[in-house]
């Protein structure tokens, strides 16, 4: 399974924002989409969804996306926002339910095996304890888990991420890449969108750098595109602060012993657990 994109392009009005982006995303791949704020990563994602028309093909197995309704598109592409603010009072199993609405057709309301697929998802990220609580009780780091619930419960094959560790702590974010993570290692394609380096470099297995013309600067493993003159090029302000030798990421081959030090066997930190 391959998402491919290419010759993206995308303006609002006469002001370019995405150039000519050509992306191949695969299965059992874990990519992050790294650069600055403002150079078009939520508007990629908005045309990678079908949200906004755009110049170039995007295209899974094959089928352009672009000709499928949105519903289709909803079967093959789930999506997880950066933050969400429910006003409703919701359950936790009422929000991962929502992900089951592009399968339901004329359905009225879901059905058992519906519940049966939340229950599954919820189980696969750790909350199924959780399942009746209210969402808004919950902790950040457990509200983005059941975001990526949600998606998962629209069983598509490619995942998008936008920042999804934005505003939690330190345990929140390591428990939130590890069960991202672990998704794209049981064989589907992910799509993480982050400014954070060293996340970059513990977690992901390859990384796309775009560059705030919204042209695609670099492509390759996080061993060779995560290098200081990269990060200074996206960031300018890092080499108006600091010399090159001071500006330090996390070397690529800490990845595993860092992340299995602080989260084992899906345990979620203390900071989250009840």
Known sequence: MTLRVRGLSFAYGDRPVLDGIDLDLRAGELCALFGPNGSGKSTLY????????????????GTDLGRLRPAEVARRVSY??????????????????????????????????DVEACDRVLEQVGLAADRDRHYHTLSGGQRQLVLIARALAQDCDVLLLDE????LDFG??????????????AGRAV???THEP?????????????????????????????????????????????????????PADTHAPVTDRVLPAHRPPASVRP
Do not use: I
Request: with cysteine; net charge positive; glycine share 8%.
């Open 191 to 193: 799509l993480v969108c």
């Open 46 to 61: 908005r045309c990678l969804l079908g949200h906004l028309r755009h110049g170039g093909t995007v295209t899974l197995d």
């Open 172 to 185: 929140n974010q390591m428990w939130v890449w590890r069960t991202v993570r672990d998704l794209a290692r």
């Open 198 to 250: 060293n996340h970059v470099l513990w977690f992901c297995d390859r990384v796309v750098a775009l560059g705030r013309q919204g042209r695609l600067l670099a492509d390759g493993t996080p061993r060779e595109v995560v290098t200081t003159d990269l990060v200074t090029r996206l960031y300018p302000s890092v080499g108006a602060l600091t010399t090159s030798t001071d500006v330090t990421v996390a």
């Open 164 to 167: 999804p560790t934005a505003s």
């Open 80 to 113: 997880v926002p950066q933050q969400h603010t429910n006003p409703f009072p919701f359950t936790v199993l009422d929000m991962v339910l929502m992900g089951r609405t592009p399968h339901l057709g004329g359905v009225f309301g879901p059905r058992r095996r």
